[in-house]
């Protein structure tokens, strides 16, 4: 399997052909975002130069234009999570408002004094406090589920959390952004199910690696972020079930969202604009659209290939070097390599990597309970796309062992 990602795809990527500190840019940090492909920037650019009109309003044929581009956007996402409808996916602002919207209106509508939400130790903060607060609202409790050393989710201890009844809700992301553990969606979501229990999984990081088939797997509901699978910023998606989404009251209110306002009754729209008030993002919407149909030019087969190849080659390297540690060795787990070195601090590490060209997060990756169950205050994280290739990871390898050299 080849090991580079052709130039042919790395030279699509505008942001890479740049040296950083007089290095070429080797970038790692594609848990934190992608970087976006030309015809991602082109289609955003060429809405905002021929058919920028606001959607839904208008009669004239930009509004038109705007209003068919929008639409068609909705049924891309749709398709490329395998929805059976493209109304039953809302567009967001990204992953953390749509976990939010379904705390706050499923949550709010569901969850009862005395219930239980199910979280994994290993979620993002965006898919706790959501929870932390539609619980206390109703007088109900988040309940973390237990992790294993090499961070994968203890089956065996959900299951037992879900046999004690009153779980309203089971929260887990489909590929954790700080070790890259890749959650078995399916299995999860069937166990929920028996229990009573709804779904939600957080999908910040699993759109650009994984195939995701929402109806295969069963879930309630699926987050999407559209910045980590090469789309633009503060966009995103949330997928829900129909029946869910029906009965949800709205999350926010205003303008687009209606089908009458009285003072003496409003009527909601229907899914999906029920959920979407005001003027949409429409470039952001089109973006993240050109985004998955690029992923799909590309192939998932051969993301996969490169990232597993390059994940590889990364972990083994850095586990020759002397004062390393890996967190997160899941069977199976993503290329997201994150790990300490006992010589020198995860900013420390991160300094001198950024002075030899090459971008990496060192931090707690809003995972606080993930790294306390560690016992680590902080890590160095290396995340492969793509298009990155061997020269990344000798540059990262170069700086790692300047650091041990510096600081052994
Ligand atoms: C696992 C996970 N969940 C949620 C988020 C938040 O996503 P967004 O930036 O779209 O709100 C991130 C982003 O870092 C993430 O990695």
Redesign the pocket.
């Known amino acids: 399997m080849p090991t580079k990602a052709p130039t042919d795809l790395r030279s699509q990527f505008p942001a890479l052909a740049q040296e950083v500190n007089g290095k070429p840019l080797a970038y790692l940090d594609n ?2 975002t992608t970087q976006r492909p030309a015809v991602v920037l082109e289609a955003m650019q060429c809405f905002y130069q021929h058919d920028n009109a606001n959607v839904h309003r208008g009669v004239h044929a930009l509004s038109q234009r705007a209003t068919d581009e929008f639409d068609a956007a909705r049924s891309t996402v749709a398709k490329f999570i395998h929805a059976s409808n493209a109304n039953s996916v809302i567009f967001t ?5 749509s ?1 939010n919207l379904v705390a706050a209106t499923w949550g709010f509508q569901n969850i009862r004094e005395g219930d239980r939400v199910l979280v994994s130790t290993m979620e ?1 903060h ?2 706790i406090v959501p929870w932390q607060v539609a619980t206390e609202r109703a007088g109900a409790v988040v309940e973390p589920v237990p992790i294993f050393d090499d961070c994968s989710l203890d089956m065996e201890a959900l299951e037992s959390m879900l046999k004690k009844g009153r779980a309203k809700v089971v929260a887990v ?1 489909h ?3 700080a070790s890259g553990t890749v959650n078995p969606i399916g299995e999860i979501t069937k166990l929920a199910h028996e229990h009573g229990a709804v779904v939600m999984i ?1 999908g ?2 699993g759109l650009a690696h994984q195939a995701v088939d929402v109806q295969a797997l069963d879930v309630d509901f699926y ?1 999407i ?4 699978v090469y789309g633009p910023m503060g966009f ?1 998606a949330l997928y829900g079930k129909p029946e869910h989404l029906e009965g949800m009251p709205p999350y926010q209110t205003g303008g687009g969202m209606i089908r009458s306002v009285s003072f003496e009754e409003t009527i909601y729209a229907a899914v999906p604009d029920k959920f979407e008030p005001g003027t949409p993002n429409v470039a952001g919407a089109i973006g993240l659209a050109r985004a998955l149909d690029w992923v799909t030019e590309v192939g998932l087969d051969r993301i996969q290939a490169v990232e597993h190849e390059l994940g590889r080659s990364c972990t083994e390297q850095l586990q020759d070097v002397p004062g390393v540690r890996i967190i997160g060795t899941a069977p199976g787990k993503a290329s997201i390599v994150s790990f300490v070195m006992e010589q020198a601090h995860p900013h420390d590490v991160g300094t001198i990597l950024d002075s030899e060209g090459v971008a990496v997060r060192t931090g707690q ?2 995972c606080h309970p993930l790294l306390d169950r560690m016992g680590v205050p902080a890590t160095t994280r290396a995340s492969i796309s793509v298009y990155n290739n061997e020269e990344d990871i000798d540059s990262l390898m170069r700086g790692v062992k300047r650091v041990a050299q510096l600081f052994g």
């Open positions: 848990a934190s602002k990204g992953c953390t408002e976990i993002h965006a898919n992301k590929v954790c952004n957080d910040a990081q987050s972020a559209s910045h980590k995103g990756h809003c």
